[in-house]
C-alpha cells in the first residue's frame, strides 16, 4: 500500500469503528441511484445508470446468426464491458484487461445463469438462425461499485429492448422477451466493517468484496467474492440479508424506471 | 454516389426540413463527469458525445515524452451501440485515423510548451453516431479542455459543409452524407480563423470550395458561440474567491 491508501485507510476504519462512512452513510445504505432509459436511439435498447458518482452506459444490440451446436434451439447472449480512459484517470485504453474481463462475466452470470433473457424464444430456425443479443457496458465515470452499476444499467436496458425483426425482415418488432431480473449488490470489507455500496476510497482499502444477486422471492441467484480478504459464516449471511433488503428497494427503482 | 433519394422537398427543404445553412440543433453540457479534471456533454443532431480530459500529467510511457512540450493525446471512440449495426469494441483505422487528426489540431491550440514531459489526454467517446462525429467530438474536446482549465491559445471548434445536388449545404445529415457529392469537415480557431483540421472527400471545383469553406467557418462561428454560453453557464455564477 502506498501512503495515500494508508492515511484514507486509517481515516475510513475510524470512522467506521463508530458506524460512520465518509459521506454519512449508514453502513448497509446505497448511494443515491438514478436510472434513466432509451438513452441511445440506434441501440435495440439502452441505459444510464448513476449510482453516486458512479455513471454507467449500457446499449443493447442485436443481430441474426448462428446457434451454438449444443443448444440449437436457444438465442445467444454475450456481454462486453470496457473501462474505458474516459471514466477515470487510472483506466488505459487497449484490449479489456482482467478487472473490465470480470466484470463483463460478471453480469453476464447474473443475467445468463437467472434466465433473465428467454433465450428458448429467440430461435428463428432450429440450427440455423436465432437472435443473437449483445450487452456493451460502458463505464463513463468511475467513483466505486461498477458491479451494481453495470448490472442494473444492463438490466434497464433489457427491460426497454424491443427485438428489431422488422429491420431483419422476419414480422413484427416486439418487446425483448424477460423474466424477473435478480438484482446484485455489492458490499466490501475493511478493517473488519462490512459496507454497502463502497465508493472508490472505500473500495481502495477494500480487503474483501462479496456480490450477491437475490430474486423477487429472496432466493441467491448469483454471488462472487473477490479480492484477498476473507469473510466468515456469520458475515456472510449478514452481506445475503442486507442485498435482500437492498435488492428490494433497487427492484422498486427499476421497475419505476422502466414505467412497469 | 449518385442516387434516387431526393434530398430537397420542393420548397428547397432538406429531408430534416433545414435550410440550406442551418445547422443541427446542438446542446452542450459542461463538467459532467466527477472523475475527469474536465468533460462536456454534446448532443449535435442524433450525435452524442462526451469528451473528457485528464492532466496535464506524466507522459508514459516515457519514451512518448517531449522534453520540450506536452503531448496531446486525443483517442476518439465509438460505442458499440452507437451506430445501427453493432461495431466491434476497440479502436479500428478509421477511430485512429480520427484521432490523430484531432490530437494533431488541439496540439496547435493548447499552449503545449509551459507542459514539458507532460500529456494531456482528452478522451472522446461517441455514444450514438449520425454523420459528423469528428466535429461533434472535437467540438467537446475543446470545451472539455476549457473547463479542465487546460490554458489555450482559443477554444477549437469545428463543423462541417457539404454539397448535396449540386448545392453547398451546412452541417450534413445522415442520409446527405450517404447519399451527397462531398463532405469538407474542419476545425478552426474562431478567434484568428487559422484552421486546425480539414478533411474533405467527394467532388468540389474551386468555386465550390471557396462557398464550402466559407459556409463551414460561418457554422464554425455559431457553434463557437453556443460553447462559450455552456462554458459562462457553468462558470458566471462562480465567484472570486
Avoid at chain 1, 141 to 148: E, I, S
Avoid at chain 1, 168 to 183: A, R, S, V
Avoid at chain 1, 219 to 246: P, T, Y
Wanted: aromatic content about 4%; glycine content about 6%.
Amino acid at each position: 500500500m502506498t501512503i495515500t491508501p494508508l492515511i484514507k485507510h486509517d481515516y475510513l476504519a475510524k470512522l467506521a469503528e463508530s458506524g460512520k462512512r465518509a459521506d454519512g452513510r449508514e453502513l448497509n445504505e446505497f448511494r443515491n441511484i438514478e436510472i434513466e432509459t432509451n438513452i441511445i436511439s440506434k441501440a435495440e435498447g439502452s441505459a444510464r445508470v448513476k449510482i453516486g458518482n458512479t455513471q454507467v452506459v449500457v446499449g443493447i444490440k442485436m443481430d441474426v446468426g448462428e446457434p451454438y451446436s449444443d443448444s440449437p434451439e436457444s438465442g445467444v447472449m454475450t456481454t462486453a464491458a470496457e473501462l474505458i480512459p474516459l471514466a477515470s484517470p487510472d483506466f488505459e485504453a487497449g484490449p479489456p484487461r482482467e478487472n473490465a474481463i470480470e466484470l463483463a462475466r460478471v453480469v453476464d452470470r447474473g443475467i445468463r445463469e437467472s434466465g433473465v433473457i428467454e433465450l428458448d424464444k429467440l430461435c428463428i430456425e432450429p440450427e440455423e438462425k436465432v437472435w443473437i443479443v449483445f450487452i456493451d457496458i460502458h463505464i463513463i465515470d468511475y467513483d466505486g461499485n461498477l458491479f451494481d452499476a453495470a448490472s442494473l444499467a444492463a438490466l434497464a436496458a433489457l427491460l426497454t429492448a424491443t427485438v428489431p425483426a422488422e429491420r431483419f425482415e422476419l414480422g413484427e418488432n416486439y418487446p425483448l422477451p424477460l423474466k424477473e431480473p435478480p438484482i446484485s449488490c455489492t458490499s466490501v470489507k475493511y478493517n473488519n466493517v462490512i459496507v454497502m455500496d463502497a465508493s472508490l476510497d472505500e473500495e481502495e482499502i477494500a480487503e474483501a468484496r462479496l456480490t450477491v444477486a437475490t430474486d423477487e422471492n429472496g432466493d441467491i441467484r448469483a454471488m462472487q467474492k473477490g479480492l484477498s480478504g476473507s469473510f466468515d459464516v456469520e458475515e456472510i449471511k449478514k452481506v445475503i440479508k442486507s442485498s435482500i433488503d437492498n435488492g428490494k428497494k433497487i427492484r422498486e427503482i427499476l421497475y419505476k424506471s422502466v414505467g412497469k | 454516389m449518385k442516387s434516387d433519394i431526393k434530398l430537397f422537398d420542393s420548397d428547397g427543404k432538406r429531408l430534416d426540413g433545414r435550410k440550406p445553412d442551418e445547422l443541427r440543433e446542438i446542446k452542450i453540457e459542461v463538467g459532467v463527469l466527477h472523475r475527469a479534471e474536465g468533460s462536456c456533454y454534446l448532443e449535435w443532431g442524433g450525435n452524442k458525445a462526451i469528451a473528457a480530459v485528464y492532466g496535464p500529467r506524466e507522459a508514459i510511457p516515457r519514451h512518448t515524452q517531449n522534453p520540450l512540450r506536452a503531448i496531446i493525446n486525443a483517442r476518439y471512440n465509438m460505442a458499440a451501440f452507437s451506430v445501427e449495426d453493432r461495431k466491434r469494441p476497440g479502436p479500428d483505422r478509421r477511430s485512429r485515423e480520427i484521432s490523430k487528426v484531432i490530437s494533431e489540431a488541439l496540439a496547435k491550440i493548447v499552449l503545449t510548451e509551459r507542459f514539458p514531459r507532460a500529456s494531456i489526454d482528452v478522451n472522446i467517446e461517441i455514444l450514438e453516431a449520425e454523420a459528423g462525429t469528428r466535429c461533434a467530438g472535437l467540438t467537446a474536446a475543446g470545451v472539455a479542455l476549457a473547463d479542465a482549465g487546460i490554458p489555450m491559445r482559443d477554444i477549437p471548434v469545428a463543423c462541417a459543409a457539404g454539397k448535396i445536388e449540386n448545392q453547398i449545404v451546412l452541417d450534413l445529415g445522415k442520409e446527405e452524407d450517404n447519399h451527397g457529392d462531398a463532405d469538407l469537415p474542419i476545425a478552426i480557431s474562431p478567434r484568428t480563423n487559422e484552421i486546425l483540421l480539414m478533411q474533405m472527400d467527394g467532388h468540389l471545383t474551386l468555386d465550390e470550395f471557396d462557398t464550402a469553406l466559407e459556409l463551414a467557418m460561418k457554422g464554425c462561428h455559431i457553434v463557437s458561440d453556443l460553447q462559450k454560453k455552456a462554458i459562462m453557464k457553468k462558470y458566471q455564477n462562480i465567484e472570486e474567491v
